[in-house]
């Protein structure tokens, strides 16, 4: 059987169909008789015939690797905008080589892959554009309004490589992805190894650098910022968790309002619910509301944005996991959006075991949600709707809003 070491240039190798993770999947002949060893080769497309440059050979079932050479290129390949979004540099970014439409098309291969095979759920919907508003254009760029950056040695802005700790200087003109509202990182020296928070909204900016805060416009001297949805103001961490497209927090309260229809009068649980984003959308419909998230600073945050909603508004600080055994035992409503590990089994079946009429799951990795929808399956609840957004263009990641039902 060939050997083969990390670095080794193989190929020609033909490549197959995209896969969860930002990369496409390919077979390797190493000469044992088989079908060949499985390759994850990132900046490639499916149907390409490319040289790869082997990067990672520890796994025992799949070895990674880098499209380095193009021989046959897929009509979908267009020249990335940025200069560091080729193989070897800034892991930000997953798919620049690929035109839009094709991006949205791969990502929606991907949420019907992962419903089918971990849900057994057919899937034939379609990864929504969502464009920056006031752009005038669908270009997949200067969308990300936070950005994190790490100063290198020589204290330059940089981002990290993929899947390393090791540190890609920032172009001269910036990030392509980065929200023009941000500000600029590329136009002085920083501490080396400081991290560089950039935040910005409608109204002002945030620059963090440590406990340091520069802010411009509507922004505490902390560098808290002001996002306003639906006519609710939320006050928001620059480095606390908040949708970083500009128009997802409205796209994904559209989703979930549309989906669980709330009246007036019901009662409502918002499970991971941050600064109160869905909360508050829940109280302004008519609902009560309880709200469960572990970060107390977003806990605090939650509070004082809704505090105009009184005890129709009540936040507490603790894991979802424990928290949920001291809320209420009957419910009608629920906004479940966990981090990318998903919800996990013991909370769909402590959601669902109080037999809410609709549960409304925001998801940012279509895996975790497949998995909790399989949970809720046996759970006697069905997923009625699923919609997916490309909220994070350029790269692999994509939003997901699926709502729940009773079986009938």
Not at 217 to 242: H, I, M, N, Q, S
Not at 337 to 356: I, S, W
Not at 365 to 392: C, N, V
Request: hydrophobic share 40%.
């Amino acid at each position: 059987m060939a050997q083969h070491v990390e670095g080794q240039v193989v190929g020609p190798v033909e490549v197959g169909p995209v896969a969860h993770g930002g990369h496409c999947v390919a077979r390797l002949d190493v000469g044992d008789g088989g079908p060949g060893r499985v390759v994850f080769v990132r900046h490639a497309l499916p149907g390409e015939r490319v040289l790869v440059t082997l990067t990672d050979l520890s796994h025992d079932r799949f070895w990674r690797g880098d499209a380095t050479e193009v021989l046959e290129p897929s009509p979908d390949r267009v020249e990335p905008p940025c200069p560091v979004a080729g193989p070897g540099l800034c892991g930000g970014c997953d798919w620049q080589h690929a035109s839009l439409p094709a991006q949205r098309r791969l990502k929606t291969a991907v949420v019907a892959e992962q419903l089918q095979r971990l849900a057994g759920i057919d899937w034939d919907g379609e990864v929504e554009a969502v464009p920056v508003p006031g752009s005038g254009d669908d270009d997949g760029l200067g969308w990300r309004t936070r950005m994190r950056y790490h100063a290198d040695a020589e204290g330059r802005a940089a981002l990290r490589r993929h899947r390393s700790h090791e540190l890609v200087a920032v172009p001269d003109a910036g990030c392509p992805i980065a929200s023009p509202r941000t500000p600029s990182v590329v136009d002085r020296t920083w501490p080396a190894g400081a991290e560089v928070v950039a935040a910005g909204t409608p109204t002002g900016t945030a620059l963090l650098v440590g406990r340091r805060a520069e802010v411009t416009g509507d922004a505490t001297p902390e560098g808290g910022l002001t996002e306003v949805v639906r006519g609710r103001a939320y006050a928001v961490p620059a480095d606390g968790f908040w949708q970083v497209h500009p128009a997802a927090a409205d796209t994904l309260v559209g989703a979930v309002l549309d989906g669980l229809a709330p009246r007036a009068g019901e009662r409502a649980f918002d499970l991971y619910g941050g600064v109160g984003l869905f909360a508050g959308a829940l109280v302004d419909a008519g609902c009560q509301v309880w709200g469960l998230e572990s970060g107390r600073a977003a806990v605090a945050a939650a509070r004082r944005n809704l505090a105009d909603a009184g005890r129709d508004a009540r936040f507490t600080a603790d894991r979802v996991e424990q928290g949920l055994a001291k809320l209420p035992r009957t419910v009608d409503l629920v906004v479940l959006d966990p981090p990318r590990t998903g919800a996990g089994a013991r909370v769909v079946r402590d959601v669902l075991a109080r037999r809410p009429r609709a549960v409304a799951y925001v998801a940012c990795d279509p895996a975790a949600l497949a998995r909790d929808l399989a949970t809720a399956g046996k759970h006697g609840y069905e997923a009625t709707s699923i919609r997916g957004f490309d909220l994070f263009p350029m790269t692999q990641h994509v939003e997901c809003v699926a709502v729940l039902r009773p079986t009938s």
